[in-house]
Each structure stands twice: as C-alpha cells, then as structure tokens.
C-alpha cells in the first residue's frame, strides 16, 4: 500500500484527521473545534473542511474513522451523544461519496482507542485484551484471539454498562448501577462534591453544599485526580470508589473472556496509585481463579492521536480489526 491512509477522529469537542503510512505513522495532523450546536451540514462541512487542509492534494488508499456512538455499524450511520447535529447521519456512505473506489470504515471511538493500544501501545503482543476509556462516559473494545471482536453491531466491549452494583445510581443508558454511573468523570465529581469536596482545596468533610453551587462548578475529573494525588481525602475517596468499580467491572470481563492484560486510557487514568490501588485490591478479591489472576491493567501508552492511529488501523489491519 504506497498511499497513505486518511485517519479521521470524530469527537463533541474537536474534530481531527491525519494521513497515516502503512505503519501508523502520522502526517499532516490537524485539529478543528467541533461547532458548538451546529446542523449536520455545518458539521458536514467543517469535517469536509478539515479533510481537504489535511489531503492538500494527495491521493488516500482508504479512510478510517473513529467517531463517538451511539451508531448502526458497519453501516456508519451516526447518532453522537454530544453532537446533536447529526442524528441517523449516514457518515460512511457520505465519506464513500467523496472518495470512490477506496476502503471507508467507521467504528465506535472508543473502539478505535482500544484498537490503537493493540496495535501500536501498551497492548502490541497481547492476544486477548480489553482496551477501557474512562472519561466523559466509559467504553472499550475487545480483542481476543488477536483480532477485534465487534459483536453483532459493534458494540462488543462496551464495558460502560456492566453492572456493578445493582442499587447504584441511576446511569444514563435508563438502567441502574452501571460501571460508567458510578466511574464516569461527572458523575465522580458530582459525588464528591455531594460530600464537600471543594476543587483545588482542602475539603471539609460533612460539609453540604447547595446544588446551585454544584451546578455552578464545573470541576473536571482531572482536578479530582489533582487533588486525590495531594492528598485531599474526599477526592481520595472518590477515586477508591472509582477505581473499586472499576475493579469489579474488570474482574468480570476477565472471568468471562480469558484476558491477559486491560488497558485503561482516558483522564481519569492519570489519578495513578490512587485509582490504581483500589482497582487492584478489587480485581483481586473477585478474580480468584488461576487462569483469571493473570492479567495485568496498564495505563494506555498512546495519547491524543490514539483515536488516529485506531482509525488508521481498520484500513492498514483491516485483517485483525
Ligand atoms: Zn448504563
């Protein structure tokens, strides 16, 4: 394959594209904030936009991209949680349309995040793995065999709904006690803000705030990490909540699918041994069999152009993922 690749990475807070060669390497990346509220065709447009600054005349040997779900795959039809501008938007069909005679493939983002870590990050060698994210929402993709397992329509992975405690808080899919619930960044910082956490200050402890106040804030899941790593003990807490859930939830796809090793990307994966710690301590108290205490979750390797070089990956593998 002597072209190279168009790597496209669709998100509710920028658009990005790159040219890949056949190993993954990037060329010519280039960012765009996704319009905030804009129609389809705005966003239609910027992408269109965006793609030809990055092509600058070449000719591609096929596109890959990754783009936040929910979407009817391997169609490509796209529905985005946070870009409601395209809703049932045939994306594939519309990128097919511009460039005739090439490969176009779109796959759930955090499917092109666990794909990269497989292919070029913290997952290159394992055979059977489970790329996580943990960030606005939780997600994955599996890999087993060496090949990426997509299940009947795409969404095999998808670790964000396995259910960890089954009174938990309500998740945003409609059930209750869902992984994503309880670990999801807003919603982590939501409890921890119902017990007086204060972002970037000691917190008192018992201290109840008004929810005007909790609206008001907009404090991120990486101040909380922030201050986990400074010792506050609310956001401590937080992050042991997280990082219990976390373990359980991991501790159930090991058992069920025979992992060697989870990798976890994403904001929250930066909190270090106070997420870390309790993730492990959880892992092991539910993995109890030989062949499940095996595993090992790892940090991801890759950083922001994770989501191209996964999407450059479902044309350049095409044969694995
Ligand atoms: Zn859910």
């Known amino acids: 394959m002597s072209q190279p690749v168009l790597a496209v990475d669709i998100g509710g807070t920028k658009l990005a594209a790159a040219l890949a060669g056949p190993t993954g390497s990037l060329h ?18 910027t992408l269109t936009e965006l793609i030809d600054a990055v092509l600058d005349g070449s000719r591609v040997a096929g596109v890959g991209v990754g783009c936040g779900g929910p979407m009817r795959w391997p169609e490509g039809v796209v529905s985005p949680l946070n870009m409601p501008g395209w809703r049932d938007f045939p994306l594939r069909a519309a990128l097919a349309g511009r460039f005739p005679g090439v490969q176009v493939r779109v796959h759930n983002d955090a499917v092109c995040l666990a794909v990269a870590e497989h292919w070029r990050g913290a997952g290159r060698g394992s055979a059977d793995m489970l790329g996580m994210v943990v960030s ?25 709904h396995v259910v960890v405690e089954p009174d938990g808080p309500l998740c945003g899919c409609g059930g209750r006690g869902c992984l994503e619930a309880i670990a ?31 609206e008001a804030t907009a404090a991120s899941g990486r101040q909380l990490a922030l201050d986990a790593a400074a010792g506050d003990e609310i956001a401590l807490a937080a992050m042991s909540r997280a990082g219990r859930a976390l373990g359980v939830a991991i501790a159930s796809a090991v058992n069920l699918c025979d992992l060697d ?31 499940a205490r095996r ?20 044309v350049l593998a095409a044969d694995r993922y």
């Open 295 to 314: 595993v090992r979750v790892v940090p991801a390797a890759l950083g922001q152009e994770s989501g191209l070089v996964g999407a450059a990956a479902l």
């Open 136 to 160: 606005t929402g939780v997600g994955g993709g599996l890999i087993l065999g060496g090949r990426l397992v997509h299940g009947g329509s795409g969404n095999a992975g998808h670790i964000g």
């Open 184 to 214: 999801r960044g807003p919603g982590l910082t939501a409890w921890a803000m119902r017990q007086g956490w204060i972002p970037g200050g000691e917190s008192a402890a018992g201290t109840v705030r008004p929810a005007s106040y909790l």
């Open 28 to 45: 010519g990346v280039r960012r765009v904030a996704t319009p905030p509220g804009g129609d389809a065709a705005t966003l239609w447009e």
């Open 261 to 291: 090793l989870v990798t976890i990307g994403g904001g929250l994966s930066q909190a270090g041994p106070p997420l870390f710690e309790p993730l492990r301590a959880a892992l092991g108290d539910h993995t109890r069999l030989e062949f």
